[in-house]
C-alpha cells in the first residue's frame, strides 16, 4: 500500500483498473452506504491514520495515543444528524484501530483560527471560510480569551453552512474550460452538428465516480470512436480517445491545478500536455482563470452569505483558511 506522493506517482505509472479519488472525508457521510461499504472506508482511513501515527513515531521517543480529529460541523450527505455520526464513528473507530487510546474531536473552522484566537484580548465575531480539497464550510463563531479553554465550542457557532466544493472542483473547471478545447470540446460534425458536451465534463471529473466509470466504460469508447469519424476536428478528438486509452484524467487535472498555482504569482503561464501529445499546450491568463472558476468560486460565496444568513450576525473579523490546494490567489 502506497501513501502521499508514492502513491500519486504510482497510480501516474500505472493507472489502470484503478479509480482515483481525492479529499475521501466528503464521502463518509453519503447516505445509502452498505455496511460492506462502511467497513473499507474504515479500513482505508485507518490505513492512512496509522501510516501517519508511524511517521510521527519515528521523530519521537515516546508512543503516540492521543489525537485530535477535525471534522467539519456538518459532513457532506443527506442524512442529517445520521450522516454526521456516520462519518464520526468511521473515524473513531479507525483512529482506535490505528492505535490512539484517547480519541477527540474539533470542529475544523474552529481547529482554523485557533492561532487567529489566540492573538485576541477580547471576544469577536470570527468569520471563517474554510476550503479544503473537496468541501468548503464558512462558519461565524464568537472567538475570544474566554472561549480558548473550552473543548466543546457548539456554543460559541452562531452560523454555519456548508457545500461539496472545494480546490479540487476549482482544478476541475480549469482543466474543462481551458485545456479540454485543445481534444475538441466546442466542435462539430463535418454536417455542422455541434458535438456532446459530457464525454469531455467526465474525463475531468475525477471528484465523481459515475462519471469517470461512464467515460472508462466499454460503451463510451465506442462513442469516441464514433465522434472520432464524425469531428470536423478529428485530430483532435483523438486526443480525447488517448485520454480514455490511457487513463490520463488525473494527469490532466494535475496540469490545471500546477497551472493555478502558477498564476498566483504571474500573470500568465503556458499550460503543456506533453503526455497526450509533444507540442500541446495552451496560454491561460489570471482572467482566463478568474472566467473558468466562476460558477465554483459562486457557489463557494452563496456558502459565505448563507452562513452570514443563518447567523443573523455580522462579523467582525473575516478569516480565510486555504487548506491543501484551494484558491491558490493571494
Not at 85 to 102: N, T
Amino acid at each position: 500500500m502506497q501513501f502521499g506522493l508514492a502513491s500519486l506517482h504510482q497510480y501516474v505509472e500505472d493507472p489502470q483498473e484503478v479509480y482515483f479519488v481525492k479529499s475521501p472525508k466528503s464521502f463518509l457521510g453519503a447516505s445509502g452506504l452498505k455496511p460492506q461499504q462502511v467497513a473499507l472506508f474504515e479500513d482505508l482511513v485507518c490505513a492512512m491514520m496509522l501510516h501517519i501515527k508511524l511517521q510521527a513515531q519515528t521523530q519521537l521517543t515516546y508512543t503516540i495515543d492521543q489525537a485530535v480529529i477535525g471534522r467539519p460541523i456538518n459532513f457532506q450527505g443527506l442524512g442529517g444528524d445520521d450522516a454526521n455520526a456516520q462519518a464520526q464513528g468511521i473515524l473513531e473507530r479507525a483512529a482506535k484501530r490505528a492505535g490512539f487510546r484517547d480519541v477527540v474531536f474539533q470542529f475544523e473552522p474552529v481547529a482554523a483560527g485557533l492561532d487567529f484566537e489566540a492573538t485576541l484580548s477580547e471576544e469577536k465575531r470570527v468569520l471563517v471560510v474554510d476550503i479544503g480539497g473537496g468541501t468548503t464550510d464558512c462558519s461565524l463563531l464568537l472567538m475570544g480569551p474566554q472561549w480558548r479553554e473550552k473543548a466543546d465550542r457548539q456554543q460559541s457557532l452562531l452560523g454555519h453552512s456548508g457545500c461539496r466544493v472545494g480546490g479540487n472542483d476549482l482544478d476541475i473547471a480549469l482543466a474543462f474550460k481551458c485545456l479540454m478545447p485543445l481534444l475538441g470540446m466546442g466542435g462539430d460534425t463535418e454536417k455542422g452538428i455541434a458535438l456532446p458536451i459530457l464525454p469531455w465534463w467526465n474525463a475531468v471529473a475525477i471528484n465523481d465516480v459515475p462519471a469517470q466509470t461512464d467515460f472508462y466504460s466499454a460503451a463510451n469508447g465506442r462513442l469516441l470512436n464514433d465522434l472520432l469519424r464524425s469531428a470536423r476536428d478529428s485530430e483532435k478528438v483523438a486526443l480525447l480517445l488517448k485520454v480514455w486509452r490511457q487513463r490520463l484524467s488525473y494527469r490532466l487535472v494535475r496540469s490545471a491545478e500546477e497551472s493555478k498555482i502558477a498564476l498566483s504569482a504571474q500573470p500568465s503561464v503556458t499550460a503543456g500536455l506533453p503526455f497526450i501529445s509533444d507540442e500541446l499546450a495552451t496560454a491561460i491568463s489570471q482572467q482566463g482563470l478568474e472566467a473558468a472558476l466562476d460558477q465554483p468560486l459562486a457557489r463557494i460565496m452563496e456558502q459565505v452569505q448563507l452562513a452570514l444568513d443563518n447567523s443573523n450576525e455580522k462579523p467582525d473579523v473575516d478569516l480565510p483558511d486555504r487548506r491543501q490546494r484551494s484558491l491558490a490567489f493571494d
